[in-house]
C-alpha cells in the first residue's frame, strides 16, 4: 500500500488512513506569481519531521512552478543547514530582519540549489527575539511585518516553527493563512495535537481571524507495528477530511539528505519518500487553491 497512483487512480484504492484516495489533479500552470500564501508548519513536539517536510514540501512545492520562500523560525537553524547553509556562511538572519528596523528581509534571502525555492536563514541569536519582542507594541506581528515586502513576490511563503508554543510560534500563527500539523503516528504525538489546535483556535479567534489547520500531515509512519495503526485510526476518527491523504513513511532516505543538505527530490528522486512528497505539495496546492 502506498501513495503512488494518487494523480490518476481509476479506482479508489484504500491508503495509509484507511480512506479511499481521492483522485488529486495535477497542479496546473501559473501564469503569474503572488500574492503568497503563508504556512506555518508547527507542532510543539519535537522530532516529528516538521523541518524535513518543510524542506521537501517547500521544493516539491517549487518543482511545480510555484515560487516558494522558506523561513526558517527555529533558534537551532535545522532549517538552514538541512538547505546546506553554513552556519559561518550567514550574514542576516530573520531575527534581524524582524528586530533590526534597518534591515531588509530582501538582504536575507538566500537562493537554494532548488529553482525557485529561497529561504531566510536562522541561527542562535534568534532564542532571544521572544524576550526582546515582550515589551514591543504589537509584538505578535513583528514576523508579519518582516514579511510584507516580498508577499507579492512569492506563491508559498512556509515558515519552519520551533518546537514551542511560545512568542514566535503564536508571530508565525498570526501572520498565516493556514497550519499544517506534522505528527508521527505515536500516542504521545496524538495526545500534544489536542493543545496545539486549542492553540491555534485561540490565535485564530483573537488575532488572526483567518488561519485555519490545513491539514495533518502523518509522518514517520510504519504500517507493520500494530501501535502505529492504531494511532492513525485515531487521528482519522477525531480529525477526519483535515487527515492529509498522503502519508510520509518511515524510511534512513532522511537522515541521509540531511548531511547532503539538499532535497529528498533531488537527492533521491526516484523513492517513495520523494513520491510521497511531490503527492503532499498536490494536495497543498489542492487545499489552498494555490
Not at 508571530?171 to 499544517?180: R, T
Not at 488575532?207 to 509512519?221: A, Q, R, S, Y
Not at 487527515?243 to 527530490?265: M, N, Q
Request: charged content about 25%.
Amino acid at each position: 500500500m502506498s501513495n503512488e497512483g494518487l494523480f490518476d487512480a481509476d479506482e479508489p484504492n484504500l491508503g495509509l488512513t484507511g480512506r479511499p484516495l481521492r483522485t488529486i489533479p495535477r497542479p496546473p500552470e501559473l501564469e503569474k506569481n503572488g500574492p503568497a500564501t503563508v504556512i506555518s508548519m508547527c507542532n510543539q513536539k519535537g522530532g516529528v519531521g516538521k523541518t524535513t517536510s518543510t524542506i521537501n514540501m517547500g521544493a516539491c512545492l517549487a518543482d511545480y512552478g510555484r515560487k516558494v520562500l522558506l523561513v526558517d523560525l527555529d533558534p537551532q537553524g535545522a532549517l538552514s543547514a538541512g538547505l546546506g547553509l553554513n552556519h559561518n556562511d550567514i550574514e542576516d538572519t530573520i531575527y534581524d530582519v524582524m528586530l533590526d528596523s534597518q534591515t531588509s528581509i530582501h538582504s536575507a534571502i538566500v537562493h537554494t540549489d532548488v529553482p525557485g525555492l529561497d529561504l531566510v536563514p536562522a541561527n542562535i541569536d534568534l532564542s532571544a527575539a521572544e524576550i526582546q519582542m515582550v515589551n514591543e507594541v504589537g509584538r505578535e506581528h513583528t514576523l508579519a511585518r518582516a514579511l510584507r515586502p516580498v508577499m507579492k513576490d512569492y506563491d508559498f511563503i512556509i515558515i519552519d516553527c520551533q518546537p514551542s508554543l511560545g512568542l514566535l510560534t503564536v508571530n508565525a500563527l498570526a501572520c498565516s493563512h493556514g497550519v499544517i500539523i506534522p505528527m508521527e503516528c505515536e500516542f504521545f504525538s496524538l495526545r500534544g495535537l489536542a493543545l496545539l489546535t486549542d492553540t491555534v483556535e485561540k490565535v485564530a479567534e483573537r488575532i488572526n481571524f483567518d488561519l485555519e489547520v490545513i491539514g495533518i500531515l502523518v509522518t514517520m509512519f510504519d504500517r507493520r507495528t500494530k501501535h502505529a495503526r492504531e494511532v492513525m485510526s485515531r487521528v482519522v476518527e477525531y480529525f477526519d477530511e483535515k487527515v492529509f491523504d498522503t502519508v510520509i513513511t518511515r524510511t534512513v532516505r532522511f537522515p541521509e539528505t540531511s548531511v547532503a543538505g539538499e532535497p529528498i527530490t533531488t537527492w533521491a528522486p526516484s523513492s517513495q519518500a520523494a513520491k510521497q512528497y511531490r503527492d503532499l505539495a498536490a494536495e497543498v496546492i489542492e487545499r489552498t487553491k494555490g
